[in-house]
């Protein structure tokens, strides 16, 4: 098997899903009220695109409010939600504590909650959820850089936004799977995180930081930025200094612009992170709960490293994101 | 009270919103509904009084956002060390604190508001971040019952609504009959003439910042209340909002003019445009512009009295 | 060559005029006369285009005015010196000269510039660098900026707004001969003081102003100043300075030691004694607001030490003063004497909150309401509402609530700076017996002013400053005009 | 020139930081660093003049971040459908249009400046959302050009840089030596003297609001020139960092006095506080609390000028 391949096929937590569900039911009578963190990402704009078209798909009725990056903001699109009377509520948390009282007075009101995207805390008694599985997306990374470079890795790492669970999962999985790998390999590990930047989930912040990381550690081999956007920025400026060939990129996600780099070889890997993918499985669940059947409380979205070898396969030039 | 609101077109504007509300959506007026509204408002009211003190002097307070935020995070911890009431004490003297800073900044070493509260802005959310490591904190079991103040009710209003209202009443009689709510008034026509008349008004300026930041920490715990966790990068611009309410409420920047009456009737138009505007749907980008477009036309129309 | 016809013009509810008939020939000084409020300022202020008015012409040179504006006006050769300064602090004296011209948009030459505003001023007879930034000059350097601003074009009726108010002996003077220097060229000039010798000697017609309207128009040389206030005011003026009938406590007094101020070369001394009022002469920028400023702890920076009550004192802030039973009268009554956004009520209550609030500090209304009312009868302040804000009244009125403030609590010591700028006479002589009862009364009091004649007419002992120090006393037997102004320029 | 600068204590603090930067961190005074410092700083530095010009006349600006952020975006979307001339025409003209809105606002609505330009920077925001549906969208290939006035430079010096030192000098001259710069000085020193000279203090006002507006504009593609995408969610709070660097500076919020050079000096000490910071790898929740700080040390230092 090729390695990406082999990689792929590591052990997943959780169940993957199938797809293609029809209902038994008639759901037009069902109103699904979906609120997202922001929708200020491309992203979070997909996968609202991906929750809206599903949702409409089985016929129900599609509400939505969302949280405008801020969690008081995004509890009240949730009470706002609920004052329309939603009896299913699919919610991205902002936060995953700080919807927990909100959401449990949601369920004791009697409306199914279903968490897409980014976990909530256990306390919460939601009925189903679907994430990707972050912690595994950052192994792909780590192992598949392992076994590419083997010479001495600096590395240096864009985060998102301090305090955000996914991105400390990410990189996390990532050095996880680094070490991991170069002890299999080597007996040791043989890299130094020598930087890590915020780029606030955005291009420009991505931007911003990797000028400032190249002007303090202009030695730097390896960026793992925590989404493609970021990457997408921090390339500017790593081209900018002709430095393109001696930094390898890795990224999260899979953005559209993203592809295109790893087509033409100016990053190197990115990890699946598919709003689509989240979007229609999040809406099966309902589908299914409503229909009677049973569904797991958690479940992941496939974990796909992505890299030019393979790229072709989940290109979609009509995608949102 | 009945001069107050009819000098101003705060209470129209809120009076056409209210009814266009009910009108076009037939959730606005369920009482879950308008309890939801109430405990959207109560914080940024309690915050918007506050912020009106500051306004009457000519100040003005960037800060409370981050005060918010901050204060969320250090509840947030202590409810893991000590008792609830003790955190509870400590959060809002920490607040006092960051009050005592901003107004020591203004008052004393006669930094210009604007500057001085926007520097407290950038170190105390700077804090905050410090405190939490970036990362929420959920409230400790020992100070759950602060979940109670956030979630609960009484007589079917939530506890949050009653605070603000507690809080409305005191401000509304200090303002109009002690002798401190007089002073706020006069520092904010003319300063040079009230020094004169013997009054302080260092003491007077400092202590509205220390008034503003203390509500502000109130507002700071309810939110805490309804989320059970304090994170530091909560209430981003909340202070534009504080502001943009009391203006719509008919204050002048300027100081020396407004009613916390119409500072309330500010808080609950800017409220309630928000909520009819998720009742309808209207995504987050169309709500901004339509928000923006509102505050012209609210300060248009307040104008145009008389 | 300006005629004004049937000219109204009202503010919200206010009318201030309500009719007004002028007629300004060529190369003639008119004066223009009235109480506070009687509608002078806003009648130039339409001549000049600040102000539209609702009804009524303005006919100039024969022509109609239409659709007045400043600038319309200057190219009429309009200028116009305003009641209340108009320059622009924070720019150069050479800038606010030129301002106008301003509204041509180019390039500056400053050599050119300074050099030219540096010729007008020294044509009028005055010395000052040009360059220096208009807010650090003294308020007379300013007004004769603004005056030297007005002439900066050719001007054809020029229009002066109070312009003596805030300029000393020498200065007014100077100003006479300029202004008669321009009605000799055949420029019109309309004038408005408060002042009535200054109207006698200066101009060549007199229009009385009340209540918004043209009362008459009288040829100077046949009125005298009796017939002016009567035509003013309405009624016989009376007494304009009160009686002295009571002796002074000699033994009673408050001692001043080692005072110094920002201008102060050595520290200096002087008493008060019991019911006597002693003034303080002096040019213009003498010092000596400075000298009230440190006594009542408003200017910081600056040392003394009152013997006083059997103790020894040194206020650091008005609040200590006040404490004691002292009160103060600012000079600038739009910028430090009262709070005009707030009603006249609460502006009397604001030195001594206290007395009206219980212990929880909640206002006691009733009892402001009484008191506020007891003054306000006592003090004959003209007011419909005490609820109205204090910018609804009229100079002289604005000037008695701010007195009345102080009348409000146990007052020993009462430092008044420029009791009556501004304010017209039938007011003026209302502040004088006032401040002479409170003398009367065992108030203590140390007054300065400007004017002459109120100086005299009130003072008991007159203190001389020049320069910021004190050159001397003249005794209410030695009193003349003469006498103080030698000491002030330094003549022996 | 000189006179200006030593007038006020901002050169001395510029000086200060300068002479810290080089000796704590040794990657400071290379050419590397030091042209990412003025690619950095060109955009926000240009907002600051046009900032600057609106505090002069006593107003305030708080719409600059959005139009970045709208600017941007539409221009990206031109980049698809026209020329690059044209598109940079437009975008550019866009920006004007918006500087026309907000100064009509303020000057013939006479609408609070900050409410004004409050309501202005949602609504602003907002279309920009609306127009990019949320996402970044990378400049099309006709528009390419403009990569080039982000990333390019001239004798080793940004492309960005020298339209910032062109403005620079430009605005120099007005504010010192035109009728115009007199006139923004005085109206915001005395507005009323002013409309009394005949000037009409209105159109005074309109103008700098379209002249910071316009030059936000400039801002705003040399900042998509940098990274190749316009996106709506970039330059949030910018506005407050352009009004720090103006009141460090040394200008009066209350307008009337201040100067460019010394606005320039602010833009430098703000972005050198960032780039030294980076450089030692100080975390960014310290970086805003110690941000904070020198806001307000350099604050109380230029009041303890003279
Ligand atoms: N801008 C304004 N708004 C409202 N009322 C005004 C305004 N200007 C003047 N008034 C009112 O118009 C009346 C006439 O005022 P004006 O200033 O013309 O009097 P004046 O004769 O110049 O008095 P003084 O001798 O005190 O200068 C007064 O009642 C005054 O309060
Ligand atoms: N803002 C200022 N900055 C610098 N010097 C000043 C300022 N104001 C006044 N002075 C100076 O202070 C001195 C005293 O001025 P001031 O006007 O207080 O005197 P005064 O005798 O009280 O005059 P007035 O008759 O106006 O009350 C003068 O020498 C003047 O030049
Ligand atoms: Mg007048
Ligand atoms: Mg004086």
Redesign the interface.
């Known amino acids: 098997l090729p390695k990406e391949d082999r990689l792929n096929n590591k052990k997943k937590e959780g169940k993957e899903v199938v797809k293609g569900y029809t209902s038994k039911k008639d759901l037009s009578a069902v109103k699904v009220g979906y609120s997202g963190p922001s929708m200020v990402a491309p992203y979070y704009v997909a996968l609202e695109d991906v929750v809206k078209r599903s949702v409409q798909r089985y016929g129900m009725q599609y509400y939505t409010a969302d949280g405008q990056e801020d969690v008081a903001k995004q509890v009240a699109a949730i009470e706002d939600l609920l004052s329309k009377g939603i009896q299913v509520l699919v919610l991205n948390p902002l936060d995953p504590k700080a919807v927990v009282p909100v959401v449990n007075r949601a369920i004791a009101e009697g409306v199914v909650v279903f968490i897409v995207d980014s976990m909530i805390d256990e306390k919460a008694a939601y009925t189903s959820s679907v994430v990707a599985n972050n912690t595994l997306n950052g192994e792909l990374l780590g192992l598949w850089l392992a076994e590419t470079k083997n010479e001495a890795l600096k590395i240096a790492i864009i985060s998102g936004n301090q305090g955000n669970p996914v991105g400390r999962e990410k990189r996390l999985g990532f050095v996880r799977g680094l070490a991991d790998g170069q002890l299999r390999q080597n007996a040791k590990t043989n890299f130094d995180i020598v930087a890590q930047g915020w780029g606030g989930w955005n291009n420009n912040g991505g931007l911003k930081a990797m000028e400032d990381i190249l002007a303090a550690h202009p030695y730097v081999n390896v960026l793992l930025a925590e989404n493609d956007a970021m990457a997408l920025g921090a390339y500017k400026i790593i081209k900018q200094m002709g430095k393109e060939n001696q930094i390898t990129i890795l990224g999260f996600d899979g953005q559209k612009e993203a592809f295109d780099m790893l087509k033409t070889g100016k990053f190197e890997a990115t990890a699946q992170n598919s709003p689509k993918i989240l979007g229609e499985t999040i809406i099966e669940l309902v589908a299914r709960h409503l229909n009677g059947e049973k569904v797991n409380k958690l479940n992941y979205t496939p974990s796909v490293l992505i890299s030019k070898k393979n790229v072709d396969e989940y290109y979609d030039a009509k995608a949102l994101f | 009270m009945k001069k107050e609101l009819l000098k101003n077109n705060t209470l129209i504007i809120f009076l056409i919103l209210l009814v266009v509300s009910s009108l076009v959506s037939n ?2 007026l ?1 009482g ?2 308008l309890s ?1 509204l109430l ?2 408002v109560a ?1 940024i009211g309690l915050i918007s009084i506050g912020m009106f003190l500051v306004i009457l002097t000519g100040g003005i307070d ?1 800060s409370v956002g981050s005060i918010v935020a901050t204060i969320g995070v250090v509840f947030a911890l202590l409810s893991y060390e000590v008792y609830f009431p003790v955190a509870l004490t400590i959060s809002l003297a920490l607040g006092i604190g960051i009050g005592l800073l901003s107004g020591y ?1 203004v008052a004393y ?4 508001p ?3 509260t ?10 905050g ?2 405190f ?5 904190i ?1 409230v400790g079991p020992h100070s759950s019952a602060i ?1 109670t103040l ?2 609960g009710a009484f007589l079917g209003i939530p506890y949050s609504a009653w605070i603000l209202m507690i809080v409305f009443a005191a401000v509304y ?1 200090v303002v109009r ?4 709510g ?2 706020i ?2 520092v904010g ?2 300063e ?9 008004v260092e003491s007077v300026k400092f202590s509205v910042y220390v008034i503003a930041a203390f509500f502000t920490a109130i507002a700071a715990l309810m ?1 805490v209340g ?4 304090g ?6 611009g909340l202070e ?1 909002d504080a ?2 309410a009391v ?1 719509i409420g008919g204050a ?2 300027s100081g ?2 407004g009613s916390v009456l119409n500072t309330l009737l500010g808080v609950l138009i800017l409220g309630m445009i ?2 009819i505007m ?2 309808l ?1 209207v ?11 509102i ?2 036309l609210a ?2 129309f307040q ?1 145009n009295q ?1 | 060559m300006l005629q004004l016809k049937n000219i109204r013009k009202s503010f919200g509810g206010v009318h201030a005029l309500k009719g007004v008939e002028l007629c300004v020939k060529d190369g003639e000084i008119h004066a223009l006369l009235g109480e506070n409020g009687a509608g002078k300022s806003t009648l130039m202020k339409i001549i000049s285009g600040a102000h539209i008015a609702d009804e009524g012409e303005i006919f100039f040179n024969d022509s109609k005015i239409k659709h007045n504006s400043p600038h319309v006006a200057q190219q009429h050769g309009i200028s116009i010196i305003y009641q209340e300064f108009s320059l622009v602090p924070d720019l150069s004296v050479t800038e606010n000269l030129f301002l106008s011209r301003f509204a041509k948009s180019s390039w500056i030459n400053w050599e050119r510039m300074h050099k030219e505003a540096a010729s007008l001023i020294n044509s009028l007879g005055f010395d000052m660098d040009v360059k220096s930034i208009v807010r650090t000059l003294t308020v007379a350097q300013q007004q004769i900026v603004e005056i030297a601003k007005a002439l900066s074009q050719n001007v054809k009726l020029l229009i002066l707004d109070e312009p003596s108010s805030v300029l000393g002996p020498k200065e007014v003077k100077r100003l006479f001969e300029m202004l008669k220097g321009l009605k000799a060229k055949g420029v019109s000039i309309i004038y408005i003081s408060h002042h009535l010798e200054e109207l006698l000697v200066l101009t060549d017609k007199i229009t009385v102003l009340k209540d918004g309207k043209t009362i008459e128009t009288v040829e100077t040389d046949t009125v005298d100043k009796d017939r002016l206030v009567s035509l003013m005011v309405g009624r016989e003026l009376g007494q304009m300075y009160p009686q002295k009938n009571k002796a002074i406590d000699q033994q009673s007094k408050v001692e001043i030691k080692s005072l110094s101020t920002r201008f102060t070369k050595e520290p200096l001394s002087f008493d008060i004694h019991r019911g006597e009022i002693v003034g303080i002469g002096g040019l213009v920028g003498s010092g000596r607001t400075e000298v009230l400023e440190s006594l009542f702890g408003s200017d910081r920076i600056h040392a003394n030490e009152i013997l006083f009550g059997g103790r020894v004192w040194s206020f650091k802030r008005p609040e200590q003063a006040i404490r004691q039973g002292w009160g103060m009268l600012p000079e600038d009554r739009k910028k430090s004497g009262g709070v005009l956004d707030l009603s006249i009520k609460q502006n009397i209550s604001l030195a001594n909150l206290g007395k009206i609030a219980n212990s929880w500090g909640f206002i006691n209304e009733t009892k402001e309401n009484e008191i506020v009312g007891r003054l306000i009868k006592k003090l004959r302040i003209k007011v419909g509402d005490a609820t109205h804000a204090l910018s609804t009244l009229s100079g002289g009125n604005q000037q008695k609530v701010i007195l009345g403030k102080w009348l409000n609590l146990d007052l020993k010591v009462l430092l008044i700076d420029e009791p009556t700028r501004g304010v017209d006479v039938g007011a003026r002589s209302e502040i004088y017996h006032i401040i002479q009862k409170l003398a009367d009364d065992g108030v203590f009091v140390l007054m300065v002013s400007s004017d002459m004649d109120e100086l005299m007419g009130l003072s008991d002992r007159i203190l001389v400053f020049k320069n910021g120090t004190l050159q001397g006393e003249v005794l209410r037997p030695d009193f003349s005009e003469e006498a103080v102004l030698r000491m002030a320029i330094g003549a022996k």
Do not use: C
Not at chain 2, 109 to 112: E, L, V
Not at chain 2, 132 to 136: L, Q, R, T
Not at chain 2, 283 to 293: C, D, E, F, P, R
């Open positions: 959730s606005f369920t879950n509904n939801n405990r959207q914080p960037l900044l070493r006669k930094i210009a604007f500057i001085a926007l520097a407290m802005m950038t170190i105390v959310r700077g804090a971040f410090l939490s490591k970036g990362a929420p959920s979940l956030g979630t009689m009959y002690h002798v401190f007089r002073k008034f006069a026509s003319n040079e003439a009230v020094r004169l008349s013997g009054i302080s939110m309804r989320t059970g966790v994170t530091a990068n909560i209430g981003i534009l502001i943009a203006v002048s920047l020396g003019r928000g909520n998720n009742l749907d995504t987050s980008y169309l709500q901004q512009l339509i928000k923006g477009v505050i012209i300060v248009v104008r008389k």
